[in-house]
């Protein structure tokens, strides 16, 4: 035997898996050659070392987790048995439709922006919105008249002359703002308040109340400039009504010659 | 024989009887815990990968092939789990750290004996320690698992004679490494 040989039996002789025979060769040769028996002897002490080294236990914890991961996984294994539930199939079926490309998935996002940008905007406008901006709209107007009516008391006229320019500001003011002007036309003492507040009558003309509240005031104006300015809206309007009121001022003694011209040019085109 | 009564049961486990695996972890748990053990010397991390060695065994159950030596399919797979994690955790064995082992057994011998018997256990894991991975690993599979070479060939994937080189090469870089570190106590 040669020394090479002995590192191939040592091992084997370590785990008594030699014959007899090879024993025996293994140990002449160990007995005529000193370098191998003395390593031979060392590594054999070695490996009859590992072996002392005591077998340990595992923690009490290991087998519980084991029965864990088992009971973890049949339960996987049934429930893939009786095949997806709908979650999985709703995911998978979602899963499908998402792209795989980024710049389409960028698009996709996009696109579902604006779906939901243009859905919010017509529902704001359609309902709930709709409705809050009416409301606030009657508001803003219930707001203005509450303000021009509160003008028109003030003692300052041109706190009332503001109240009349507020009125404007109205789309279609309430019969309380209409004929808090009809007063101012009739009884306002300074003329300007009551020439403006011939003025915002303008709009509203196609009300019956307006129409006769004009038709009455030309009896109380005293002011000519009131009186022209009153004359020419009847005619503007087209009232036919104010025939007689304006018949008779023009029989009035005293009055300015140019109103009563003007009134006379009047009954000529309400004819 | 109890061989062939495994190969039987992880073939049943194979054909679906997954809750079987129950018997195989009785059997085995125990030494591939101290496999990993000398390993590692982390008994944590050893109770971790014995868990992962027999999820992995359900996992590749399909693989489990009729004639299949149970124990050699067992053990690669145990190592393949050991290399795992070393590449996961990059953990080497810190030389002279501490180990996580147990008490040293040894009721049969008086006070003295057994102070020095202690002193050599102790200083044998060291040097176990100490000796590359891949040489550790062998010297565990072939003294403390007491698998066969042929066994160990075919965890290995290389010649029987391959592996009783390698045997004899480990024991005696231990026994260098077991002298050094006599002589450092000594001194």
Redesign the interface.
């Not at chain 1, 080294?53 to 923690?59: A, L, M, R, S, V």
């Given at each position: 035997m040669k020394c090479d040989e002995v590192?191939?039996q040592?091992?084997?002789y370590w785990?008594s898996?030699l014959d007899e025979i090879a024993i025996a060769q293994l140990q002449a040769h160990l007995a005529s050659c000193p370098a191998c028996r003395a390593?031979a002897e060392?590594?054999s002490?070695?490996?009859k070392?590992?072996?002392?080294?005591?077998?340990?236990?595992?923690?009490r914890?290991?087998?519980a987790?084991?029965?864990t991961?088992?009971e973890a996984?049949?339960q996987g294994?049934r429930r893939a048995e009786r095949g997806p539930g709908t979650r999985e199939k709703l995911d998978k079926w979602l899963d499908a439709w998402w792209p795989r490309q980024p710049a389409f998935q960028f698009g996709f996002a996009l696109a579902f922006l604006a779906m939901g940008l243009l859905v919010g905007y017509t529902l704001t406008q359609n309902s709930r919105g709709g409705a809050e901006v009416a409301r606030l709209r009657e508001e803003v107007r219930n707001t203005r008249q509450l303000v021009a009516l509160s003008l028109m008391q003030q003692q300052s006229a041109s706190e009332r002359l503001r109240g009349v320019d507020y009125s404007n500001r109205i789309s279609q003011p309430d019969p309380q703002v209409l004929s808090a002007l009809l007063h101012a036309v009739n009884y306002d003492q300074n003329v300007n308040v009551r020439l403006a507040a011939l003025d915002a009558l303008r709009p509203s003309a196609a009300n019956t109340t307006v129409r006769r509240g004009l038709v009455e005031s030309v009896d109380r104006q005293q002011s000519p400039l009131v009186q022209i300015a009153l004359i020419d809206m009847l005619v503007d309007i087209r009232e036919k009504e104010a025939a007689d009121s304006l018949k008779d001022l023009t029989q009035e003694a005293g009055l300015n010659p140019d109103v009563r011209e003007r009134a006379q040019w009047a009954l000529e085109k309400l004819k | 024989m109890e061989a062939q009564a495994d190969q039987l049961v992880m073939l049943a486990v194979r054909d679906g009887d997954v809750e079987r695996i129950s018997v195989l972890f009785d059997r085995h748990h125990r030494m591939l815990f101290n496999f990993f053990l000398r390993l590692t010397t982390n008994r944590g991390l050893s109770e971790d990968l014995v868990q992962e060695v027999f999820f992995r065994m359900l996992k590749y159950r399909h693989t489990f092939q009729p004639g299949t030596n149970f124990t050699a399919w067992m053990y690669q797979i145990a190592r393949n789990a050991h290399i795992d994690q070393m590449r996961k955790r990059r953990l080497e064995i810190v030389h002279d750290e501490e180990p996580d082992w147990g008490g040293v057994a040894s009721a049969d011998l008086n006070p003295h004996e057994r102070m020095a018997h202690a002193q050599d256990i102790s200083l044998l894991r060291r040097a176990l320690a100490r000796l590359p991975v891949e040489k550790r690993e062998l010297l565990v599979l072939s003294r403390f698992q007491n698998l066969k070479y042929s066994e160990i060939a075919q965890i290995l994937d290389c010649e029987i004679g391959a592996v009783k080189v390698r045997v004899y090469r480990a024991v005696r870089e231990l026994g260098q490494i077991f002298s050094e570190l006599s002589g450092e106590k000594a001194s």
């Open positions: 590192r191939e040592l091992p084997d785990t898996a390593e060392t590594l002490v070695i490996w070392k590992l072996g002392a080294i005591p077998e340990e236990k595992p923690g914890a290991l087998r987790r084991f029965e991961t088992l996984y049949v294994l | -």
